[in-house]
C-alpha cells in the first residue's frame, strides 16, 4: 500500500522505517522539503538530520506535505499538535477527501521557561500542557477541519518506538488503543496495528474518546519518568466483565 | 488503626468496609449525621441509603467531618471533588493537622443536560469535565488549602471496589499509582495498598502527578465504556528500562 506520513520527526521516521521494512510504499511529506534536507545539525530533541536518516534508506521519499498526501492511499499524521490543524487544513481538498488519517500528535502547548501561569518545566518533569483538553480534542479538531477526512486516533499511548514494535515488551502483550467515527477507517488502522505486532486493541468507540488518549499523554509521561524508561501498558480484563 | 473515612457513597463504603474487615476501627464522617441517616431512598447513583448499609456492620460509625478526621489517625478523602475543597478547608485546623490524608476524589464538574457549552452526557459516555485540569489538580488544591497535612493521591485510577480488592483481577497482578510530597504519607498508603492486596505499585513523585491520574478518569471511563465492565491496568517494564 502507498503510505504517506506527514511529518519528518522522530516518530514520523519510526513508522517510515517499518512501514518500509512491512512492504509499503512510503512517501514523506515535509513542508519545505529543500528545509528539511538542508539541515546539518540534530534538531531540539536530538534527532538526527532527516538527510542522514534519508540517505541509508533509498526506499523512501521525501517530497511536501500535500505531494505526499496526494499519492498516499493512507495518511498518518505525525505533525506536531500545535500546527496540525492549520498544515491539514492548507492541503489541497483532494490530498485527503475519502482517505484514512490516523493521527496520533498530542496538542502540546510549548511554553517558554519563566511563563508564570505555566510555569516550563513542570514539577514532574518537563510537561507542557494540552490545548484543546477535556471538552475538546486536537484529533476531533483534525476531524472537524477535514469533513471528508476518515480520521482515526491511535498509537498516542505510547513512544512511537514502541507503536511499531510492540514486541519489544511483554512479547508484545500489551494494549493499544484506537478511537474514530469511522469504522472503514478503524478497520485500516487495526490492520496496520497487527502488521506491526498488536493483538490487544480497544477500541474505545467514537472520535470523542480521543480526548481521553490525549490526556493519558500526561500519565504516560509521569509513568515514564517514575520507571525511568519505557514500558507497555496491558489492560487487565476481569471475571465480572459482561 | 484508627482511619477516619470522610464521605459516605458507594467508595467510601468499600473502604469502610474492608478496613473494617482487615481490623481497623473505621470512623464514617459525613455533613450532618441526622440527614444522612435519615435518607430512606437510594441515591442518584442507586446506591442503598446509608442507614440500611451501616444498619448491617456494627462496628462502623457515623460521626461529622470534623470529629471523624479528629479521631482519625490516618484520613481518607471520599468526599466528591466539586465540594472537597470547601469541606475540608471547614474542618478545625487540629483535624488534619500532621496526619496522612489519602484523596482519592476527581474534581469533576457534573453539567446539566442541555449545556450547550460542555454537552452531558459526552459522546463516549457520561461524562463530565474536570475542573481542575492539566495545569493543576484537585489533590494539590487541597494540598494547599491544607498546608500542615500530608496528602497522598492514589486510589484514583480505579473504581473502589477494585482498590479495596484487586485480587478479582488476574490474581491482583496489576498496577496502582501514587503521588505527594510526604514520603512518610506515602509510606503509610503503601501499606494501606499492600493490605488491600496491592503488590504492584508505581510511585509517580510529587503530588503534581496527580494532575496525570485525575486527567486519567476520561480515559479509565472510556475503555470500561469499551470493555462494557471493570478491568485493572498492568504496566509491563521494558528490557530497555534503565
Do not use: C
Not at 492549520?86 to 484514512?100: D, R, V, Y
Not at 488519517?101 to 496538542?107: F, T
Not at 512511537?160 to 494494549?175: I, K, L
Not at 487495526?190 to 500519565?219: I, T
Amino acid at each position: 500500500m502507498k503510505i504517506a506520513i506527514l511529518g519528518t520527526g522522530a516518530g514520523a521516521r519510526q513508522h517510515a522505517t517499518r512501514l518500509s521494512t512491512l512492504g509499503h510504499e512510503v512517501i514523506v511529506g515535509t513542508r519545505v522539503p529543500e528545509a528539511t534536507l538542508a539541515r546539518t545539525e540534530p534538531d531540539m530533541m536530538g534527532t538526527e538530520p532527516f538527510a542522514a536518516y534519508l540517505s541509508t534508506r533509498p526506499g523512501l521519499a521525501l517530497t511536501t506535505f500535500a505531494e505526499a498526501a496526494e499519492a498516499g492511499e493512507m495518511v498518518i499524521n505525525g505533525i506536531d499538535g500545535a500546527n496540525a490543524v492549520t498544515a491539514l487544513s492548507a492541503l489541497p481538498a483532494s490530498a485527503l477527501a475519502g482517505k484514512t488519517l490516523i493521527d496520533y500528535s498530542v496538542p502540546y502547548v510549548y511554553q517558554q521557561p519563566g511563563d508564570a501561569e505555566h510555569p516550563w518545566p513542570t514539577p514532574w518533569g518537563e510537561m507542557p500542557r494540552l490545548d484543546p483538553v477535556d471538552t475538546d480534542s486536537l484529533a476531533e479538531r483534525i476531524q472537524r477541519a477535514l469533513p471528508s477526512t476518515n480520521v482515526v486516533k491511535t498509537f498516542v499511548t505510547q513512544e512511537q518506538e514502541t507503536v511499531v514494535n510492540p514486541s519489544e515488551f511483554a512479547d508484545g502483550d500489551h494494549t493499544m488503543f484506537l478511537a474514530g467515527d469511522h469504522d472503514d477507517a478503524k478497520s485500516a488502522a487495526r490492520r496496520l496495528l497487527n502488521a506491526y505486532g498488536w493483538n490487544d486493541l480497544v477500541d474505545l468507540g467514537p472520535l470523542a474518546a480521543a480526548r481521553a488518549l490525549e490526556m493519558y499523554a500526561h500519565f504516560h509521561t509521569a509513568v515514564g519518568l517514575a520507571l525511568g524508561g519505557r514500558f507497555g501498558v496491558k489492560i487487565v480484563r476481569g471475571g465480572s466483565l459482561r
